[in-house]
């Protein structure tokens, strides 16, 4: 059974900075593509990132981009370094795989395993 686990999520202040863990059991993460969302409070869930396997390439949505880093930690951990954190940033955070190798998409339809989430809120 594929499981994934997020960590890290917290409060945090205007501006600041935090770093998501998304760790894998049942599954070595770094063979698969591997996905970021969020979802605020009474909105829809939002693709932001995404690590292909192998060096194949990372993905960001323009709503994070230069401020939000996706990087493989070990074989079996995905980070993302969130920096320059804004109020708007506020939501639960999620990792999820659909197996393939390579980042096909940010849809979140296309994704067949996740993580329960780790809450972020950005305030002061």
């Known amino acids: 059974q594929v499981h994934l686990v997020e960590s890290g999520g917290g409060l945090v202040q205007p501006g600041g900075s935090l770093t998501l863990s998304c760790a894998g059991a049942g599954i070595t993460l770094d063979t698969y593509a591997i996905a970021w969302f969020r979802q605020a409070a009474g909105k829809e869930r939002e693709g932001i990132s995404c690590?292909?396997?192998?060096?194949?390439?990372t993905y960001y949505a323009d709503s994070v981009k230069d401020r939000f880093t996706i990087v493989r930690d070990s074989k079996n951990t995905v980070n993302l370094r969130l920096k320059s954190l804004r109020p708007e940033d506020t939501a639960v955070y999620y990792c999820?795989?659909?197996?393939?190798?390579?980042?096909?998409?940010?849809?979140?339809?296309?994704?067949?395993?996740w993580g329960r989430g780790t809450q972020v809120t950005v305030s002061a």
């Open positions: 690590i292909s396997s192998r060096d194949r390439g």
């Open positions: 999820a795989t659909d197996l393939l190798l390579t980042c096909e998409g940010l849809s979140p339809d296309q994704y067949e395993y």
